[in-house]
């Protein structure tokens, strides 16, 4: 059972545009939310979060939204640079009632920057 | 400090074998987590720790796996007698609290021939 879901395997957007990386969630026990970006052969490193008593959260070029009626968060680069290209992982924890402090992955989208 | 730090990078063993992973987190966190990383999926949590005490472990830890974190500094994870199912990315990460971000190692990755 998915419980964070990234329907978008990968994504190609042109450098300079604005990237958008979805993520929906089933647990309403989530409360924390988390971007990570991956590249290959490398631990994922943290980008941005939000807690669920707020609805964005912006850092520099990065923007995290949340819908908690929706139960869906995405995330925004703009503008897209040639080093956004990577995979991007949506993570969420809560008190779900077993694994309560550790994160909960989605399987990740691959962003390409396209010169 | 130069964050959290997984030793070995890689590493190849034979089906049987016992090997042990180690984690140094950034310093000052107290919370400590592994989790398993396989091809096209997300990282998967195993266990976590607040300084020396393991305080949860998820279903995917076998009776073969085991974790310690023994002054609450650098934590061990030991496979005993492995399986080809075990080959994946292990990756350690740290944080300072609760509901703060999670920093992650560069993580071991596990080839059992």
């Known amino acids: 059972d998915q419980q964070v879901k990234q329907n978008s395997p990968s994504l190609s957007v042109q450098e300079g545009r604005i990237s958008i990386l979805n993520c929906d969630y089933t647990?309403?026990?989530?409360?924390?939310f988390l971007w990570y970006k991956k590249y290959p052969a490398e631990g994922p490193t943290f980008l941005i979060s939000?807690?669920?008593?707020?609805d964005k959260n912006e850092d520099g070029r990065f923007t995290v939204f949340l819908n908690k009626s929706a139960k869906h968060l995405s995330l925004h680069i703009v503008p897209s640079q040639p080093g956004d290209s990577a995979v991007y992982f949506c993570a969420a924890k809560g008190n779900s009632g077993g694994g309560a402090d550790g994160l909960t992955f989605g399987k990740g989208t691959h962003l390409i920057i396209q010169p | 400090d130069t964050g959290v730090s997984q030793d070995p990078r890689h590493k190849i063993t034979k089906r049987g074998q016992n090997v042990t992973f180690r984690c140094d987190p950034i310093?000052?966190?107290?919370?400590l987590y592994w989790y398993r990383q396989t091809l096209g999926q997300g990282p998967e949590f195993l266990t976590y720790?607040?300084?020396?005490?393991?305080?949860?472990k998820s279903r995917l830890l076998s009776d073969r796996f085991s974790a310690e974190r023994p002054k609450g500094s650098f934590s061990t994870l030991e496979i005993q007698r492995t399986e080809q199912g075990d080959s994946a990315m292990y990756l350690c990460?740290?944080?300072?609290?609760?509901?703060?971000?999670?920093?992650f190692g560069q993580g071991t990755r596990l080839t059992v021939v």
């Open positions: 310093s000052e966190h107290n919370r």
């Open positions: 647990n309403s026990m989530f409360d924390y």
């Open positions: 939000i807690s669920s008593i707020k």
């Open positions: 720790f607040q300084n020396e005490a393991q305080l949860e």
């Open positions: 990460a740290s944080s300072f609290a609760a509901n703060t971000e999670a920093f």
